[in-house]
Structure formats: C-alpha cells, structure tokens
C-alpha cells in the first residue's frame, strides 16, 4: 500500500492541499521509462481539453503517455487527484498575463484581469466545467488569489469586502463562461430563431417585449460579460468610497 492509499481526503479539497507531498520529477515502472509528474498533468490537461473531464479516464492518459494505468496508480489514487493539479496548472498559465496589469489602477487591472481569464476560457471551454468542481488552492490559485487581493487591500478595501470583491470577479467569470459549453452555447441560428419568435408575439398581450424585441437576439454573449464585468466594477468602486465615509 503506497502513502496515497491512507489518504481518504477528497482530491482538491483544503486538508488534501495541505497533506500533499513533494511530487518526484520522475515516475515510472521497472522496464518502462520514466515519466516525469509535469508530462503525466500537461497530457492530462490535453486530454480535458480535446474530450472533457467527464469523458476522460485514466486509459486515455495511459495510452496517450505509451505507459500502463498501473503505472499512474502507483502514484495517484484516482483520477480526481490528476483533475486537481490540472486545474491548477491551468491556472498557472494566467500568472504571466498578470504582470503588466499591476501598475494600473484597480479597476483597469480587474478589467484587465477578468477579461483576460474570460477569453482564456472561451478558447478552451472544455476546462470550464473542470475549473466548476474546484476550489483554486493549488500553488498557483492561490498565487493568482493572492495577487487580486493584495491589488483589492492596496487600493483601500477593507478586508471583508475584498473577500467579497474578489469571490463575486472569481465566480462571475466562471459562471458566465459555463454557457461558452459548446453544448449550451446559443448558435446564430438560434438567435435568428429567437428574434423570429419575439417578432411574433402579440404586441398587446407583451409590449415591453416586442419593443425591444431586437435588441434582445442581437446582444453577444462576450458583449454580455463586457457589460456585466463595467457594472460590477462600477458597484465595487460604489462600495469602496461608501466604505471609507462610514
């Protein structure tokens, strides 16, 4: 029985962060060659990414690694262990994109910021259900949680309401990006569909409906999220100055 065995702590969650060991850089089985911790996580983000955390199993990453699932047994107990360091190393590719917006002011570095991990997300929207069953508590969530709060406290925040600010930015991200699931996401069919839909209901019986009918069909959904992202900052920076009057 290897140390993992004992550990009956749910993969990703906060005492399974903390009893995590040092990986070692190399893994593998005698006449198999090694195979280093970073290659098993980096192949299994590409898998995630190609066929879906939910479709994905520990033989696809076997196969695409030309090893054994014994092998990946050896060193991690289930496949939810693997989704919390891919998750997290997915997360670290945000890290760079945060370097240029620390000398902005704090509501163009959350602009900046949000916006960014929002297009990170619609070019990979098979991460998003992913990152929806984790909490950021691997090495580089909490860097990127660490950084957006140091930014909400040097601008004046008080405690409670950069934990407040940086939950709303966290999870508004995340959730709007749900709907970029390219099992969900609405086609331009359907918003042809739609617009056809409202132009024929009764103007009598809906009136407010029918007026803006047009507009309705015609918002993108990124137009959705830069709209929604404006408010939020705006209420924020409302609820700053609110703060500091008492």
Same mark, same amino acid.
């Given at each position: 029985?290897?140390?993992?065995?004992?550990?009956?702590?749910?993969?990703?969650?906060?005492?399974?962060?903390?009893?995590?060991?040092?990986?070692?850089?190399? &893994?593998?089985?005698?006449? +198999?060659?090694?195979? =280093?911790? !970073?290659? #098993?996580? @980096?192949? *299994?983000?590409?898998?995630?990414?190609?066929?879906?955390?939910?479709?994905?199993?520990?033989?696809?990453?076997?196969?695409?690694?030309?090893?054994? &699932?014994?092998?990946?047994? +050896?060193?991690?107990? =289930?496949? !939810?262990? #693997?989704? @919390?360091? *891919?998750?997290?190393?997915?997360?670290?590719?945000?890290?760079?994109?945060?370097?240029?917006?620390?000398?902005?002011?704090?509501?163009?570095?959350?602009?900046?910021?949000?916006? +960014?991990?929002?297009?990170?997300?619609?070019?990979?929207?098979?991460?998003?259900?992913?990152?929806?069953?984790?909490?950021?508590?691997?090495?580089?969530?909490?860097?990127?949680?660490?950084?957006?709060?140091?930014?909400?406290?040097?601008?004046?925040?008080?405690?409670?309401?950069?934990?407040?600010?940086?939950?709303?930015?966290?999870?508004?991200?995340?959730?709007?990006?749900?709907?970029?699931?390219?099992?969900?996401?609405?086609?331009?069919?359907?918003?042809?569909?739609?617009?056809?839909?409202?132009?024929?209901?009764?103007?009598?019986?809906?009136?407010?409906?029918?007026?803006?009918?047009?507009?309705?069909?015609?918002?993108?959904?990124?137009?959705?999220?830069?709209?929604?992202?404006?408010?939020?900052?705006?209420?924020?920076?409302?609820?700053?100055?609110?703060?500091?009057?008492?």
């Amino acid at each position: 029985m290897n140390t993992y065995d004992q550990n009956p702590l749910p993969p990703g969650s906060p005492q399974w962060w903390l009893n995590q060991p040092v990986r070692e850089q190399k &893994t593998g089985a005698r006449g +198999r060659p090694s195979i =280093s911790f !970073d290659r #098993i996580i @980096a192949t *299994a983000l590409e898998i995630v990414e190609s066929v879906g955390f939910q479709a994905f199993n520990m033989r696809m990453l076997a196969d695409s690694l030309g090893s054994g &699932t014994a092998t990946l047994y +050896r060193h991690f107990q =289930s496949k !939810d262990e #693997i989704f @919390a360091y *891919a998750a997290d190393r997915f997360l670290g590719g945000l890290l760079n994109d945060e370097q240029d917006a620390a000398d902005l002011g704090w509501q163009d570095a959350c602009a900046l910021s949000m916006s +960014r991990f929002y297009q990170k997300l619609n070019a990979h929207p098979n991460i998003v259900p992913l990152l929806a069953t984790q909490i950021p508590l691997g090495p580089n969530g909490l860097e990127l949680r660490e950084r957006v709060l140091a930014m909400f406290l040097k601008a004046g925040f008080t405690p409670p309401l950069a934990a407040s600010a940086y939950t709303t930015m966290a999870h508004y991200v995340i959730g709007f990006a749900g709907q970029l699931n390219p099992v969900g996401q609405h086609s331009h069919n359907a918003s042809a569909e739609l617009r056809g839909f409202f132009q024929q209901l009764e103007s009598s019986k809906y009136p407010a409906t029918v007026k803006i009918a047009p507009h309705l069909s015609n918002i993108s959904i990124n137009d959705e999220f830069d709209f929604g992202l404006k408010l939020i900052i705006v209420g924020l920076d409302h609820a700053l100055q609110a703060s500091k009057t008492g």
